[in-house]
């Protein structure tokens, strides 16, 4: 099973290696033929969007992790948890991941706003 992961992290990791080069690319392409540099800045923050969510990986795996054992809806049917601990102890394992998923989610939208932001006007 370690191998596995390590498989799925790694072509992860390639996959996001990839988008990032091409994001630099596609932005110094732009950048050249439209004589407006700001292409190349904003694929910059393309690459910090990937970067985020590669180093953030964890994170995804676990939000995934919590969203298979809801829908399981899991039961701790040990000797020493009393109905209110299970309580707890589910509630718990829930919360464990609550502000670095929200913090994921603003570090990408934030990011995306500051390379695109200026943008919106001609939408």
Do not use: C, P
Not at 25 to 36: E, I, N, P, W
Not at 46 to 56: A, D, F, K, M, R
Not at 83 to 102: C, G, L, N, P, T
């Amino acid at each position: 099973m370690t191998d596995r992961r390590h498989g799925k992290s790694s072509h992860f990791t390639v996959k996001a290696y990839v988008a990032a080069l091409v994001a630099l690319m596609l932005g110094t392409l732009l950048s050249m033929r439209l004589h407006d540099w700001t292409w190349f800045s904003r694929s910059g923050s393309l690459v910090v969007i990937i970067g985020i969510i590669l180093t953030s990986h964890q994170i995804i795996e676990h939000m995934r992790s919590l969203n298979r054992s809801q829908q399981r809806d899991l039961k701790f049917d040990r000797d020493w948890a009393t109905e209110e601990k299970q309580h707890f102890i589910h509630e718990d394992r829930q919360d464990a991941w609550v502000s670095e998923k929200y913090g994921l989610y603003m570090l990408v939208i934030g990011t995306f706003v500051w390379g695109f932001g200026d943008l919106i006007n001609q939408l």
